[in-house]
């Protein structure tokens, strides 16, 4: 009667703490549930009753199938190495989908032999959700710039330097880097001076602290025309002056004869 007090007590105490943790046994290879306290089922979105098919070792039924062998992995390392226990995997929930949650664990070694764990949990689903959909941003991301034509740019105004963000196959020949910029860049790509004058034009706009600037020039690829747009967004620190800009450089000498033709 007095175990059964204590351990009475040991519940009440574990149910009054506001994130879910639980008491777990671990022997031969298996996971044996002792107690989750309220905030655990709260988590979940189910009830005691509900979860019942899920005590004891039934506990690892409500684990996604692929995250079991990786979780029995971190506890016998855990218990290896005399560290913190910490996994993430998927759970059932009382709603029938799985969340995602994170936990942490220590232990103790008990006279039987058998390895008690003190768990917490953490409800991880909503960031992992997030990160999996900036991953798809990123990947969608490198795939439009694996097949744009544009090259896109750094320019440091303070240093006049420039440094290449992407370059697609069409433009492989344009410079990685470059110092003393934009003379640099108008050196390599010898515009008249006309056209070298809108480049300088453009970089001025950036450097005089315009959020925006644009300019089409032309220059010469061997003994052909090419027409370039270049586009650039700058940003400024909190005194206003603008640290860095990024541009983005297409050729548009097809679009410039198509609009030529047309008005003739």
Known sequence: MEQSNDNRLWNQLLDLIPTGVGVFDFADQKICMEYLNDSYYQMIHATRKQRAVFCGTGVMDAIYQDDVKGLLEEVNTAIAEER??????????????????????????????????????????????????????????????????????????????????????????????????????????????????????????????????????????????????VHMWGFSDREESVVRAIGSQIDVTGYVKADRKSVV
């Open 84 to 229: 913190m226990l910490q996994y993430r995997f998927r759970l059932l929930t009382g709603l029938g989908n799985y969340m995602w949650v994170a936990i942490r664990a220590s232990h103790i070694r008990q006279e039987d032999g058998n390895v008690r764990f003190f768990v917490a949990y953490y409800d991880i689903d909503e960031v992992i959700h997030i990160q999996e959909k900036m991953q798809d941003c990123e990947i969608l991301q490198s795939e439009f710039l694996r097949y744009s034509e544009a090259l896109y740019f750094s320019y440091y105004p303070r240093e006049h330097r420039y440094a290449v963000i992407f370059r697609p196959e069409s433009q492989k020949s344009a410079p990685v880097s470059l110092n003393d910029y934009p003379e640099s860049f108008i050196r390599k790509m010898k515009p008249d001076k006309e056209n070298a004058e809108k480049y300088r034009e453009m970089i001025r706009r950036i450097d005089n602290g315009e959020q925006e600037a644009e300019c089409t020039f032309c220059t010469l690829a061997g003994e052909k025309k090419r027409w370039i747009r």
